[in-house]
């Protein structure tokens, strides 16, 4: 990416730009037995995904912690649901959550440096429910700001999110580059006026 003068900013979209999800079964399988309950592999792998099925199109109604509470334990739900587990959703949602782990996509780190080194302000724009600050860990502390279309109350590919982002950041959309990994980055960023790149970073 050699056109970096060009910018005084990238934001950056989160799931699969810039961090991955452990894989969380082991985790879920584990606590499921703590509870009394056994489950192979693949039937919490399907468990899960159904819960990521019913959690994507719902991310938006995550936008404080009242509401983030709610949010996790519907999806707590309908994980258990469909693991076959007769355990109560209030009383595993922390579990379930804290089986949700996220690491730095590789080549993450050394992107963000780069850009760091060269004086780019940062910023994490990303459909997520506010819980992404916390997910995000020491990570979060790299980026001038994060957001997510939770906070916003508007999903990409409204461009809402990302400039909400730049205004926080203080930097004009066509100093902007937005870098992710689904049609929404894109089409967003450019309805904001920022340029976009295809992940990876």
């Given amino acids: 990416m050699g056109e970096l003068t060009d910018f005084d900013a990238v934001t950056i979209d989160a799931y699969g730009t810039l961090v991955e999800l452990v894989d969380p079964v082991p985790a879920l399988q584990a ?12 039937r919490l ?11 994507r199109p719902r991310s938006l109604e995550g ?3 009242r509401s983030l509470a709610a949010l996790r334990r519907d999806c707590a739900g309908v994980f258990l649901r469909e693991a076959g587990a007769e355990i109560d959703a209030d009383e595993f949602t922390q579990a379930f959550v804290d089986s949700l782990v996220f690491r730095p996509v590789e080549g993450a780190i050394a992107a963000i440096e780069r850009f760091t080194a060269q004086g780019l302000a940062l910023a994490v724009v990303s459909n997520w429910d506010v819980g992404l600050h916390e997910k995000l860990g020491p990570l979060a502390s790299r980026f001038g700001c994060v957001v997510t279309s939770a906070e916003v109350g ?3 590919p409204d461009p809402a999110v990302f400039l909400a982002a730049l205004g926080r950041l203080g930097v004009e959309p066509a100093r902007a580059l937005h870098v992710g990994d689904e049609q929404g980055d894109e089409d967003g960023a450019r309805a904001a006026g920022m340029r976009f790149r295809w992940a990876p970073l």
């Fill in 63 to 65: 936008r404080d912690a």
């Fill in 31 to 42: 606590a499921l037995a703590e509870r009394g309950v056994e489950r192979d592999a693949d």
């Fill in 154 to 156: 508007a999903p990409k």
């Fill in 45 to 55: 792998r399907a468990a899960f995904r159904a819960e990521v099925a019913y959690y």
